[in-house]
Nanobody, 126 residues
């Protein structure tokens, strides 16, 4: 199983980035997916999640109204569109596949995600 995250970079406050996470080696359309982020010295936190079909999403309070998660099952890819970026959004962003043994489409518990991408750095300058 491989989750390849890309799209990070350096952007000014107020700018936008689109992260992508391409999956291989798993039946992608059977997995609920999440994006987490980890800032320096902080715990990894759930940013957004999306159900298998893509019809249900959730967002952390700090990104609601600015970030949009989506997926293309035909391409085995999940996306995170990030708008109105703030310096506090600076972090390494990770995509993750939630284990199918758990009910519900998301959890903030990192242990319930069985596969992780390598992370992509997002830096927002003020």
């Amino acid at each position: 199983v491989q989750l390849q995250a890309s799209g990070g970079g350096l952007v000014q406050a107020g700018g936008s980035l689109r992260l992508s996470c391409a999956a291989s080696g798993l039946p992608f359309n059977r997995y609920n997916m999440g994006w987490f982020r980890q800032a320096a010295g902080q715990e990894r936190q759930l940013v957004a999640a999306i159900s298998r079909s893509g019809d249900t999403t959730m967002y952390g309070d700090s990104v609601k109204g600015r970030f949009t998660i989506s997926r293309d099952n035909a391409k085995s890819t999940v996306y995170l569109q990030m708008n109105s970026l703030k310096p506090e959004d600076t972090a390494v962003y990770y995509c993750a596949a939630r284990s199918r043994q758990y009910s519900g489409f998301y959890s903030s518990n990192k242990a319930e995600y069985e596969d992780w991408g390598q992370g992509t750095q997002v830096t927002v300058s003020s």
